[in-house]
């Protein structure tokens, strides 16, 4: 993601917005992962690789930060062997349908 969207917290006023809740989680292996409602039309991905590493993400779609939440667990499942780097949502939604079709295959 950008590095606006990246660096995204949503603030304590939202947070405290009826609605702002857990709508999917994962946490398998080294990995863990949440979206979160924002206010209007957007959602919060935060993961962690297990290490030292974690990340926002704003999406402006479900799908697309339920589809990135499963690519993650599949790059976790595959030791990390299995992966991509993209730098927008939009550049996520090219490249996920030829990782999906290669991965699940």
Not at 23 to 47: K, N, Q, R
Request: hydrophobic share 45%; proline share 2%; aromatic share 12%.
């Amino acid at each position: 993601m950008s590095v606006a969207e990246s660096s995204y917290w949503p603030t304590e006023e939202e947070q405290h917005q009826p609605g702002y809740r857990v709508l999917a989680a994962v946490d398998h292996g080294d990995i863990s992962a949440e979206i979160y409602t924002l206010t209007g039309d957007s959602f919060l991905l935060t993961w962690s690789d297990g290490v030292a590493n974690s990340w926002l993400e704003k999406h402006h779609v479900l799908h697309n930060a339920l589809a990135r939440i499963a690519a993650l667990a599949f790059c976790s499942i595959s030791g990390w062997q299995k992966g991509f780097a993209q730098s927008s949502e939009a550049e996520f939604a090219k490249v996920a349908r030829s990782f999906f079709r290669d991965t699940v295959a």
